[in-house]
């Protein structure tokens, strides 16, 4: 493994002449929680296999600090995405450390945690679940049947359910990670607010929009009943509700979108008048407020007005410029599959490039965005086969919404974007009309 100049430097440091293998082991692990922290995962794993390798020139090391290292370089290789070699080096940590204590010793807690993640990052969907299981048993042996600890193992469990497709025990498993974290911290005590948020986003993942609503008016209501209804902390719950309403379409008594509008309000009307909004707050609740109003076609200089303020309150922070730029440098798709999308389009748009026909088909439109983020101009500058789907391909460019670009805090138009389908498609499948269309062009390319 090829070390970086500055991880070399280090590492030499920790090897220098005349210091005891303490004093080596202790650098050499000071070097690994730099390189992590830093982010330069495979420096950080050559650095453990370092501490290892001087761990064991000495004939009676202490084998659980042995299983500890290899715990250390397990994690800096699973934050290498270097899985397999992550698991190996987690099973035998827990090896190690079972042959030193028991099966049920809460010193196998991080490497079996370690394991769990790991498999999950694999994609080994039934080995995570199983060792997450087995993560549990032992946690919840040494430490009780609550705790913090114990509702975070529950919740990457939720989620391994939620991969292997099993969405009823992934829905169970947060309604525990929910009851875990209500025993800690009863009543409305603002620390269950991360089990709160993770179940209702699971109920809206697995389907369950209507369910994943009432959630995160619960949410609503507790922060109210906590801190009152112009609290802060009631912005990520009125952003999630409102974009659960319009994504999913939720009509409940009143029209869902308007449902949505009043709780964007309100987040606006929060960061306008409290003292404690930051100019980050208020750039977001506007930009939020205008990507809202812009997929529901509302009044254009509403969407307009927000977008210009929210460029305004990033623009008086300059550490803010940075995420100026990258917001509004350009267009931003907002609906890749806009509301009422025909059937058909969103099959072909399912199957696009797909290898079940045994011909390859495109069309590509060209368009102008407009400073109102919506197309125009449309027109299509490459179909093969012809009028296959140049009608349908051009519909839903129209249907687009965009996020404009700004310059100089003013929205501006952006001429010249493309959209390309491909497909495949089977030549006995293709309507008469393209058929013959076909036809007529070979037979003028011929004559020419």
Known sequence: MCLSLSAQAQLAGSLKLGTSTSERIDDVRA??????????????????????????????????????????????????????????????????ITSERDRLSAELVPAMLGMSRAYLAAGRYTESIRNFKQTLHVHQVNSGLYGDEKAQIVAELSEAYFELGDFSKARKMQDSYVNIMGHDYPGDDLRRLPSLYSRADMLERTGDAYRSQDAYRRIIAMIERAEGGRSLTLLPAFVAISKLLVEHHIVDGDDGLQKAKRFMRRAVDIVENSDAADSEMRANVYMLMGDFLCLQSANRHQVIRNYELAWQEMSEDENLIAQREMLFSGPTLLNRIPFRTPPAMLDLLENASSDGGDKNGIVTVRYDVNRYGRPENVRIVESDPPELYDYMAKNHVRNFAFRPKLVDGKAVSSPGRLFELRYSYSEEDLPDKVRQNMETVAVSETAQ
């Open 31 to 96: 070097d690994y929680e730099y390189l992590l922290a830093e982010g330069e995962f495979e420096e950080a794993a050559a650095a453990a296999k370092l501490l290892i390798s001087l761990l064991l020139q000495d004939p009676d090391y202490d084998r659980l600090v042995y299983a500890g290292a290899l715990t250390e370089l397990a994690s800096a290789q699973h934050n290498a995405e270097m899985l397999d070699a992550a698991i190996e080096n987690y099973q035998l940590a827990i090896e190690v």
